[in-house]
């Protein structure tokens, strides 16, 4: 499921190396990088840095893990990508050109379902103005089982009980 993305004025690749040339010790952005960023906006996806290898190179575009890591960090620096800690490692998804969406992760199967929920915005809006506080943005994950895995269980406990 992916939702409609939001209208930007540069592409990621070009608001990338906008940020590395404005850094106190200006980088230009390598082949690989170029690469790498093409590849993660190419599709919207929650992954981390392991998968992201294993898919490049099935793609047939090899990447070193040393400027993988590297990379994935500079990328959330530069307000491109989102982290997300979801299971033991750390997650990655678009922010640029993506609108702000909350998270159900399935802790079994780790199906990760996006949601947009009005009333949700409206109540982080509502708890910001009491405390007289600007939000920039959040992080919204709830933790369970989705419901395939759910699905699953009840089967298998049917069966259990035969
Ligand atoms: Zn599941
Ligand atoms: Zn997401």
């Known amino acids: 499921m992916q939702l ?3 209208e930007v004025s540069q592409s990621p690749e070009a608001k990338f190396r906008e940020y590395l040339a404005s850094r106190p010790k200006p980088q ?3 082949k ?3 690469r790498m960023v ?3 906006f190419s599709q919207h996806n929650h992954f981390d840095a392991e998968k992201l290898i294993d898919a490049m190179k099935q793609a047939g575009l090899p990447v070193s893990r040393a400027t993988v890591y590297r990379t994935l960090t500079k990328l959330v620096d530069a307000g491109l990508l989102r982290r997300l800690e979801l299971g033991p490692s750390m997650y990655y998804e678009h922010d640029y050109g993506y609108p702000q969406h909350e998270h159900l992760y399935c802790q079994r199967c780790g199906a990760v379902i996006e949601f947009q929920h009005p009333e949700l915005d409206a109540l ?3 708890v ?3 405390h007289g506080f600007h939000a920039n943005s959040h992080t919204f994950i709830v933790r369970g089982t989705c419901s395939e895995c759910n699905r699953a ?7 259990d009980l035969v």
Not at 153 to 159: E, G, S
């Open 4 to 6: 409609p993305s939001v």
């Open 28 to 30: 230009r952005c390598t």
């Open 32 to 34: 690989q990088q170029e």
């Open 38 to 40: 093409r590849f993660i």
């Open 124 to 126: 982080i809006r509502q």
């Open 128 to 130: 910001g103005r009491e």
């Open 153 to 159: 269980r009840v089967t298998k406990r049917r069966l």
